[in-house]
């Protein structure tokens, strides 16, 4: 299975998308600092996961999510009650 998850960042509520093919790894990683990405806003929770059974798939929703603003603003209507 491949993920694209959506983590919310303690420190400054700010919200990071990516996708992994495990994800409780992905998400200790970037808890411990081991992304550069995300090392500076941690600790993190996750408050959403999509399950592909295709990378290609799953590659594309993060794109699509990372950069079409109507994507993700329709996720956050979704998933209000989930952030913080």
């Given amino acids: 299975m491949f993920y694209v998850y959506v983590l919310q960042s303690i420190h400054d509520n700010t919200l990071y998308i990516g996708s992994t093919n495990d ?22 929770t996750l408050c959403y996961y999509e399950a592909y059974s295709s990378e290609q798939d799953a590659r594309h929703r993060e794109h699509a999510l990372k950069h079409n603003g109507r994507v993700l603003t329709q996720l956050k209507r979704r998933i209000v009650a989930s952030l913080q």
Avoid at 24 to 39: D, F, M, Q, V, Y
Wanted: aromatic share 4%.
């Fill in 23 to 44: 994800l409780k790894r992905r998400l200790a990683e970037h808890n411990n600092g081991n992304s550069r990405a995300t090392k500076n806003r941690r600790p993190f």
